[in-house]
């Protein structure tokens, strides 16, 4: 018996409309001059279509194209790290978690887990006072320190619960044929693990990738501000061409929107691991 | 290979095995609690102990330019109520919150229905619905500053075009409910992918004989919706209701990129940015952090409480 949704295709176009609408809008912007955005009525498709934009950000030499380039550096050295520690350290914590019996194991757990229940920005203030007490403002480390103790709970919570739904019996095996414990997380866990590894990576990767507060707070010049503050800066001067803006947004959302639509199997999976509690 | 009986084995020769006394003597193992180290170091040192500071230090002074600290108890408390922008910014902020959490949810249950059963393309159209959730608001602000334009938006240019206004329209800054409704617009768009996602996960578990029973019974289309869909999702829809009430009450990306600084439609969070690290007062700015992660944790357990009931099936 079909029993489908009798509005379905009214659903499915709403679904296209109302996410792909502003993406294209914000590319077909970026495809324009700045005389041809100001155009009444808006032009729908970009009339001649320049990578002009693109361009002047990649080639130019004035300080938006300087600040565009440099804070896409450092977003991507900010992400790249804070992804790889807290993939690491979390795959270690959850192992233990998972698999060994040791005094306090629950009271580290529970606690862990507790602090994904604070607003993220209930600490703001504090981490600010902490980094500038250790020196670490404007600085990769101080950053990535912030992005890592932001993340490692979900991440640890994420690996928890996938290496607890592996089977035991090949690790057993594993023990069994004189394997330490260490060897047998590298040879037989983590690559059993790796679906898991992958979505943990992805979502603290996009999350990164996301913040704007906290680096805002963190960094107060271009040696480490992420490309988000960067434009945000870049919108706030009202002054500068919104058709440059729209390519720098397009650069912004470009390798977050691939990883999302190439690897979103993971991602799904993932998230309705770490948030059906 | 008998993989079922081998641990059984092994396990009891370790613990009856010889220098081994049954549940005694063991060596020390450190090995967990070397693995679970640097996690508790970066939870303790700057989760829980910063939580800690922010509850304490919201009764007290702490002005950057004024020094030394001096416990004032709930002096910052009673000036934030009196202070106006303050006091503005927590009706906002109570906007933003009804706005999007009655938004992305209306929107999640509708985008889940429409996914509930496989067809042709739902996964393509998934991995299309997720993009909002994966950028950053900022940007996302920067994107829909396209469409809300007074000069060269898209809304603007489309209602002329449709004759449904005369001129081109100011949006953001029009009052106080426009401003707000069309920021909030902006966050419930990277909000609804994940609501989405959680209803339909609680959706995909709903046996497809209830609606078969329910259609015999000739309760079918929107009266299974609501006696069936509906109740059985609560445990989706609660869980998509508290990650909205979580991002709205601390909503601050969007508003700052799309309104600035502008008192119209600024959030508690803004202020509380503004109150810290512009004014340099942080005893202020603490004690604006502590009442809206009080907030938000009141809310979001009044949540769990009206809305989940587990379900078994």
């Not at chain 1, 963190?218 to 390519?247: C, F, K, N, Q």
Request: net charge positive; hydrophobic share 50%; glycine share 6%.
């Amino acid at each position: 018996m079909a029993r489908r949704f009798p509005l379905r295709p009214l659903g499915v176009a709403f679904i296209l409309l109302w996410t792909l609408v502003p993406l294209y809008w914000v590319l077909s912007t970026s495809l324009q001059t700045d005389a041809q955005v100001s155009a009444k009525p808006s032009n729908y498709i970009p009339p001649t279509p320049t990578l002009s934009n693109y361009l002047t950000l990649l080639r130019g030499s004035g300080d938006i194209a300087t600040s565009i380039r440099q804070s896409t550096v450092n977003i991507c050295v900010e992400c790249a790290a804070s992804t790889v520690i807290t993939v690491v350290l979390a795959a270690l914590a959850a192992y233990a978690f998972a698999r060994m019996r040791f005094r306090g194991r629950r009271v580290l757990f529970y606690s862990a887990l507790a602090t994904m229940a604070l607003p993220a920005y209930s600490t703001l203030i504090p981490l600010y006072r902490i980094m500038s007490t250790l020196g670490l403002v404007n600085t990769y480390t101080g950053i990535v320190l912030v992005y890592v103790s932001g993340f490692l709970p979900l991440a640890t919570w994420i690996l928890y619960n996938y290496m607890s739904s592996l089977p035991m019996a090949l690790e057993e095996a594993g023990q069994v044929d004189g394997a330490s414990r260490m060897q047998v997380l590298w040879h037989v866990v983590l690559p059993l693990a790796r679906p898991g590894i992958v979505s943990t990576a992805i979502i603290t990767f996009l999350s990164a990738w996301a913040q704007f507060l906290f680096p805002l707070v963190l960094s107060s010049d271009l040696s480490t501000e992420p490309l988000t503050v960067a434009i945000a800066a870049l919108a706030g001067r009202h002054t500068v061409p919104y058709s440059l803006m729209s390519a720098a947004g397009v650069v912004a959302i470009a390798v977050p929107a691939v990883i999302a639509v190439v690897l979103n199997r993971y991602i799904v999976n993932g998230l309705l691991a770490g948030s059906v509690k | 290979m008998s993989t079922g009986v081998q641990p059984a084995l092994r396990r009891t020769m370790t613990t009856r095995g010889p220098g081994r006394p049954p549940g005694r003597a063991r060596r020390f193992d450190w090995l967990p609690y070397a693995l679970v180290t640097p996690l508790v170091v970066f939870i303790i040192g700057l989760a829980l102990f910063p939580a800690g500071v922010t509850l304490v230090e919201a009764f007290f002074r702490v002005q950057a330019l004024n020094p030394p600290d001096t416990f004032t108890g709930f002096e910052n408390f009673v000036h934030m109520f009196r202070d106006d922008t303050i006091v503005s910014s927590m009706a906002n902020t109570a906007y933003y919150a009804v706005i999007g959490v009655v938004l992305s949810t209306v929107l999640g249950i509708v985008m889940a229905v429409t996914l509930q059963r496989p067809f042709r393309g739902r996964a393509v159209l998934i991995a299309v619905l997720i993009l909002p959730w994966a950028l950053p608001g900022v940007v996302e602000g920067i994107i829909w500053t396209g469409i809300w334009d007074s000069n060269t938006g898209l809304l603007n240019s489309v209602l002329t075009s449709l004759h449904l206004v005369n001129h081109y329209q100011v949006f953001l800054g029009r009052n106080h409910l426009v401003t707000i409704l069309v920021i909030e617009i902006v966050q419930v768009w990277q909000l609804t992918p994940l609501s989405t996602l959680l209803v339909l996960a609680a959706l995909q578990n709903i046996p497809g004989d209830l609606y078969e029973a329910a259609q015999i019974d000739g309760a079918s289309g929107w009266k299974a919706f609501i006696r069936i869909t509906l109740p059985l999702a609560r445990p989706g829809i609660a869980v998509a209701i508290v990650q909205a009430v979580v991002a709205t009450l601390n909503v601050f990306d969007q508003p700052y990129v799309l309104n600035g600084a502008a008192s119209t439609g600024a959030s508690v969070m803004e202020q509380t940015y503004f109150v810290s690290f512009q004014n340099l007062d942080f005893g202020e700015g603490y004690a604006l952090s502590l009442l809206i992660t009080v907030v938000t944790i009141i809310v979001s357990l009044a949540v769990v409480k009206l809305v989940y009931r587990s379900v078994k099936y």
